[in-house]
C-alpha cells in the first residue's frame, strides 16, 4: 500500500481536532498520538509551573496575614510584591506550556496523517 510505504499505517491516522481537545489535561493529545515522552514533558512542566503559581498564592495569603497582624507593613508590601510578579511568571509559562501541548498535538496528528512520523515525534513549542 502507498500510506504503508510513507510510514504510517492505514490504521493508525489520529485526528487532529481530537488531539487538541484531548490536550484541554496537557499529555493526553500526545498519549493519543502515540508520544508518551512528550506527554509526560508537557504534562510535567505544566504541573510545576501552575502548581506552585497556586501554591505561592494560598501560602502568601497566610504569611501576608501574619506579617500584617505583626505590624510589618513595609515587609508585607515587599513579599507581596515579590510574590505577585513570581505568580504572574509561573502562571503565564504554564499557560504557555499548555497552549504548546494543544498545538503539538494537533500539528504532530496532522504530520502523522501525512506519513512523516519522523516530524510528528518532534516537541513543539508555541510560538507567539
Known amino acids: 500500500m502507498a500510506s504503508e510505504a510513507g ?3 492505514p490504521l493508525r491516522r489520529p485526528n487532529p481536532g481530537l ?7 496537557p499529555g493526553l493529545g500526545q498519549i493519543y498520538n502515540g508520544h508518551p515522552r512528550k506527554a509526560a514533558y508537557y504534562l510535567f512542566w505544566t504541573i510545576f509551573t ?3 503559581a497556586i501554591l505561592l498564592i494560598m ?15 513595609a515587609l508585607f ?3 507581596a510584591l515579590f510574590s505577585v510578579f513570581a505568580f504572574i511568571g509561573l502562571f503565564l509559562a504554564g499557560l504557555f506550556i499548555w497552549a504548546s501541548s494543544i498545538i503539538d498535538a ?4 496532522v504530520l502523522m496523517g501525512a506519513g512523516d512520523a519522523e516530524r510528528a515525534a518532534q516537541r513543539r513549542m508555541f510560538r507567539l
Do not use: D, F, N, W
Not at 501560602?59 to 507593613?73: D, I
Open 7 to 9: 510510514g504510517v499505517s
Open 19 to 25: 488531539a487538541a481537545t484531548l490536550s484541554i489535561v
Open 50 to 52: 501552575i502548581g506552585p
Open 59 to 73: 501560602a502568601g495569603q497566610t504569611v501576608g496575614h501574619a506579617l500584617l497582624t505583626h505590624g510589618s507593613g
Open 77 to 79: 508590601l515587599l513579599i
Open 106 to 109: 494537533y500539528q504532530s496528528a
